[in-house]
C-alpha cells in the first residue's frame, strides 16, 4: 500500500536548483499554495538525505524525481536506501526495462505504508521524433510513451511521467487509476525553454492528467506564491 497522493492542488513546483537556501526559501514561500513539491537530481546530489530532509519539513507531499536507472538489483537497493526519507513519488526511467521496473516495485512495496507511488519515465519531454530517431526508436514519441506505459503498468508501476500530449491517449488505454504525472506545464505566454512538448496547466488537467509539475514558471517568478495562486485560479475556472 502505497501512500495517498491526492493533494488539494494539482500542482508541483520543482525545485530545480542545487542551492539549498533558495530551495528552503521557494519552499516557504510555496507550502499552501501548491500540492507539493518536486526535488530533482541537481538537488539531491547536492545535499542527500540531510537537504530532502530540509525541504521535507516545510510539511508538503514531494516527488523525488531521481529517474533512477540501473540493473534491477542496483534500483531495488536503491529503493529500499531513500524509502525511509518517506518521498510521495519516486521514479525510475521505463528504459531499463520490466525486470528493473518489478523489482523497483517490489522493492517499495517493503516499505509498507510509507512506500512511495513508484513511477516511470516514459519519454523526456525535452525529445523530439528526430531525437528518438538519432538513438535507433523508430516511430513517433507518442507510440514510444504507450509502448512503455504499457511495459511500466504490466511490471508494478502504479504511474508514469509522460507529456501532457500523451494523456489522453495513455488515461483511454490505461484506465482511471493509473497516475499521469507531467512535467512541460507552461502557463499560457510562458517561455517553453528545453520543453518540446508543452502545454497550459488547464489543458492538462482537462486533459486527465493527475500532477502537473511547473518549475521556471512560478520560480522565476519574482513573487513564487502569487505565481502559483494565480495558477491555482486558472484551474479553478475548468
Known amino acids: 500500500m502505497t501512500q495517498n497522493i491526492h493533494t488539494p492542488s494539482p500542482v508541483f513546483c520543482a525545485l530545480d536548483t542545487p542551492d539549498l537556501a533558495r530551495a528552503e526559501s521557494l519552499a516557504a514561500q510555496l507550502v499552501g499554495h501548491v500540492g507539493g513539491l518536486k526535488i530533482g537530481m541537481e538537488f539531491f546530489y547536492a545535499h542527500g538525505s540531510a537537504g530532502y530532509q530540509a525541504i521535507a519539513a516545510h510539511q508538503a507531499p514531494i516527488f523525488l524525481d531521481l529517474k533512477l536507472h540501473d540493473i534491477p538489483n542496483t534500483v531495488a537497493s536503491a529503493v529500499r536506501a531513500l524509502a525511509p526519507l518517506r518521498p510521495t513519488l519516486l521514479n525510475v526511467h521505463a528504459g531499463g526495462g520490466a525486470a528493473m521496473m518489478k523489482a523497483a516495485s517490489d522493492a517499495a512495496k517493503e516499505a509498507g505504508s510509507a512506500a512511495p507511488c513508484m513511477l516511470a519515465v516514459t519519454v523526456l519531454t525535452s525529445l523530439s521524433e528526430a531525437d528518438l530517431h ?20 504490466a511490471n508494478g508501476m502504479e504511474g508514469v511521467v509522460c507529456s501532457a500530449h500523451e494523456i489522453e491517449i495513455l488515461r483511454a488505454e490505461m484506465g482511471p487509476d493509473f497516475k499521469l504525472i507531467v512535467p512541460g506545464i507552461r502557463p499560457a505566454g510562458s517561455d517553453t525553454h528545453d520543453q518540446k512538448r508543452v502545454m497550459t496547466p488547464p489543458q492538462a488537467l482537462q486533459a ?14 519574482d513573487n513564487p506564491a502569487q505565481a502559483a495562486q494565480d495558477i491555482a485560479a486558472s484551474l479553478a475556472k475548468i
Not at 535507433?136 to 511495459?151: D, F, H, I, N, S
Not at 486527465?208 to 517568478?221: E, H, K, N, P, Y
Open 134 to 153: 538519432d538513438m535507433g526508436v523508430a516511430g513517433t514519441p507518442e507510440e514510444q510513451v504507450k509502448r512503455l506505459a504499457a511495459l511500466a503498468h
Open 208 to 221: 486527465g492528467a493527475d500532477i502537473l509539475v511547473i518549475g521556471r514558471a512560478i520560480t522565476g517568478s
